[in-house]
C-alpha cells in the first residue's frame, strides 16, 4: 500500500487515501470556486498546481466551478491527471510539491476551511429502480408479494425522468413539500406538507462522454463514458407518490431536492472494488449482457439525527452488490432509444436494500408502508422524517488495506412553507 505525505492520508478511518483521489469543486480563502481533488484532511487545488507549471492540464478547466470541462476530456486525461497527482502525493513519488512550501501552502487546502459545491453542472437527472430487494419490498407493500415486481423488471432497469434543476450537494436543507395527497379514507384530495417524508439510499453514476442523438453504447462502450460515483439521497414524499403515481411515475414527490456526495470517486479508484454480475433468473438480452465485472462491493449507511438528539443513529446499512443493473447498463439501456446522453448526466441507481430490516434503503420499507415504528439506536422512533432530522450517508470500499471512501451526503429536513406562495 502507498502512503501519502499529506495529514491524514494514511489514517485507517480516512475516507480520502492515495488510493481513492475523488474531484469536488470547493471554496476557499476568497477565491472563486474551483476544482480540487481530496487527499486526507486537505484539498489540493488543481487549479494552483497547474498555474505554478507542476501539472500539465491543458482545457482541463480546473479553474472552473464544475469539472464538466475536465469529465469531457475523456479517459487519457482523467488517466494522466491520476498518475501525476499520485506521483505528486506519494510518500516515495516526486518532491516537486513537497518539498515547495510556498506551493504547499497555496495548494494545500484544509477541508475544515473549504466550503464545498455542486461538483458537476447537472445535466439530466435520471433516477432507475435497479435493486431488486427494493423493487420487491415497495411491490409487495403496495400490491402484495405475489404481484410485486412488474414483468418487465427482470429484463430491464426501469426508471424516470427526475429534475436536474433539484440535485443538491451535501449540507443543503431540504425543505418539506407541499402536494397534493388523499387522505387515509377519503375519496377527495388535500393540499398540506407531506406526512410521509422518506430517504433513499443510492448510488448515484456520472456520465463524463457525450453520446450523439441516436448513438447507442454496448456496455463496454457504456463503462468508458462514465466518470465517477457519488452517494445520493433521493428524497421521497410517499404520500405525494402514492396519489400522484397513478399511471405515470413520480413528479412532486421527488422534484423538491435531490442530495449528492461532494467528492466524485472515479472508477479508476474503484478498481479493486469491482465485482461480477449477481445470479439472474432470466437471460438479459445481448445488449446488457455483461462481459467484464461491472459491480462494486461498497458499503452505504444512513444515520439519523433527531434535532434534539446528540447523537445520530445508524438506521441503514447496504451495499452496492445488492443491486441488479450495473451503472454501465443503466447507461447503456438509457442511450438504447437514441437518447443524446450529456457530459453531467446523473443516474441514479434506485433505493438499494439488502435483506434484512436495518439492509432497507429507505424508511418506507423499514416501517412497511407506516405499519411499524422503527427504534432509533440512541432514543426515540420513526416512520417517516419529522422536522429537523438531519440524515447522513455515507460510504467506502476496501482496495488493497485503502479506504475508498466517498465522505458524507447530509441534509437536515426544514418545516413546510405554511402556505402556497410563501417564502422561496
Ligand atoms: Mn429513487
Not at 475523456?74 to 518532491?95: H, I, K
Not at 495548494?107 to 429502480?129: N, R
Not at 443491486?323 to 443516474?347: E, I, K, V
Amino acid at each position: 500500500m502507498t502512503q501519502s505525505w499529506v495529514k491524514g492520508a494514511n489514517r485507517p478511518d480516512c475516507d480520502f487515501s492515495l488510493g481513492n483521489l475523488p474531484y469536488g469543486v470547493f471554496e476557499a480563502n476568497g477565491n472563486t470556486p474551483r476544482c480540487g481533488i481530496a487527499i486526507g484532511d486537505m484539498i489540493l487545488d488543481l487549479s494552483e498546481l497547474v498555474f505554478a507549471g507542476k501539472l500539465v492540464a491543458e482545457n482541463c478547466g480546473f479553474d472552473r466551478p464544475a469539472l464538466n470541462t475536465f469529465m469531457a476530456a475523456g479517459p487519457n486525461t482523467w488517466e494522466a491527471v491520476r498518475n501525476r497527482v499520485t506521483e505528486l502525493l506519494a510518500e516515495n513519488g516526486s518532491t516537486d510539491l513537497r518539498d515547495d512550501a510556498a506551493l504547499c501552502h497555496r495548494a494545500l487546502v484544509p477541508q475544515s476551511s473549504a466550503q464545498m459545491h455542486l461538483p458537476i453542472e447537472v445535466k439530466g437527472y435520471t433516477d432507475f429502480y435497479a435493486g431488486r430487494q427494493h423493487a420487491f419490498n415497495s411491490g409487495s407493500i403496495l400490491r402484495g408479494p405475489e404481484n410485486a415486481l412488474p414483468p418487465n423488471w427482470s429484463h430491464m432497469p426501469i426508471g424516470y425522468n427526475g429534475r436536474a434543476s433539484t440535485v443538491v450537494v451535501s449540507g443543503t436543507p431540504v425543505r418539506r413539500p407541499l402536494g397534493q395527497t388523499l387522505p387515509p379514507g377519503g375519496d377527495s384530495p388535500v393540499i398540506g406538507p407531506s406526512r410521509r417524508l422518506d430517504i433513499e439510499v443510492e448510488f448515484g453514476a456520472i456520465v463524463g462522454i457525450s453520446t450523439e442523438l441516436g448513438q447507442t453504447l454496448t456496455l463496454a462502450e457504456a463503462w468508458e463514458h462514465l466518470f465517477g460515483f457519488v452517494l445520493l439521497n433521493d428524497w421521497s414524499a410517499r404520500d405525494i407518490q402514492r396519489w400522484e403515481g397513478q399511471p405515470l411515475g413520480p413528479f412532486q414527490s421527488k422534484a423538491f431536492a435531490t442530495s449528492i456526495s461532494p467528492w466524485v470517486v472515479t472508477r479508476a479508484a474503484l478498481e479493486a472494488c469491482r465485482r461480477s454480475a449477481p445470479a439472474r433468473d432470466k437471460a438479459l438480452l445481448p445488449y446488457l449482457h455483461e462481459t467484464a465485472p461491472y459491480f462494486f462491493d461498497i458499503t452505504l449507511e444512513a444515520h439519523l439525527k433527531p434535532a434534539d438528539a446528540d447523537r445520530a443513529s445508524r438506521i441503514v446499512q447496504c451495499n452496492t452488490t445488492q443491486l441488479t443493473y450495473s451503472a454501465p447498463q443503466l447507461l447503456a439501456h438509457h442511450a438504447l432509444c437514441g437518447c443524446r446522453m450529456q457530459t453531467g448526466d446523473l443516474l441514479g441507481s434506485g433505493t438499494i436494500s439488502g435483506p434484512e430490516r436495518h439492509n432497507f434503503g429507505c424508511l418506507m420499507e423499514q416501517s412497511w408502508g407506516g405499519r411499524d415504528e422503527i427504534a432509533l439506536e440512541h432514543g426515540g422512533s420513526r416512520k417517516f422524517l419529522e422536522d429537523g432530522d438531519s440524515v447522513t450517508l455515507t460510504g467506502w470500499g476496501m482496495a488493497n488495506g485503502n479506504r475508498i471512501g466517498f465522505g458524507r451526503c447530509e441534509g437536515q429536513i426544514l418545516p413546510a412553507h405554511a402556505e402556497v406562495g410563501k417564502g422561496a
